[in-house]
């Protein structure tokens, strides 16, 4: 099965910039639809971003659309958050996360994606 392995988290300020990787052995990741969740202290995890095995259709959270983007290389078993204007709301672990399947009507669901990282801290200072 896949293991995944995030990186690129730390300690930016509002307004500043980070991205995220997430990366895959055992498996490639060409067979998974891949998405982002994060996690701040006493709240529900929640989705931020996914992208289809292809790449070809991505989907955010309102709170992130036009900031965040999300996108894959292959070919490295990689997939990426590109995040700009941070705010302090969006400090929080960041976990990426694999499903066999995702579509319009579950891409959002933690249940649908059998496997996860490790997470990686975000903290945005204001």
């Known amino acids: 099965q896949v293991q995944l392995v995030e990186s690129g988290g730390g300690l930016v300020q509002a307004g500043g910039s980070l991205q995220l990787a997430c990366t895959a052995s055992?498996?490639?990741?060409?067979?998974?639809?891949m998405g982002w969740f994060r996690q701040a202290p006493g709240k529900e995890r929640e989705f931020v971003a996914a992208?289809?095995?292809?790449?070809?259709?991505?989907y955010y959270v309102d709170s992130v659309k036009g900031r965040f983007t999300i996108s894959r290389d292959n070919a490295k078993d990689t997939v990426y958050l590109q995040m700009n204007s941070l705010k302090p709301e969006d400090t929080a672990v960041y976990y990426c996360?694999?499903?066999?399947?995702?579509?319009?009507?579950?891409?959002?669901?933690?249940?649908?994606?059998?496997?996860w990282g490790q997470g990686t801290q975000v903290t945005v200072s204001s």
């Open positions: 992208v289809t095995m292809s790449g070809g259709t991505t």
């Open positions: 996360a694999g499903s066999r399947h995702i579509n319009l009507w579950t891409y959002s669901r933690r249940s649908v994606y059998a496997y």
């Open positions: 055992g498996e490639t990741l060409n067979t998974y639809a």
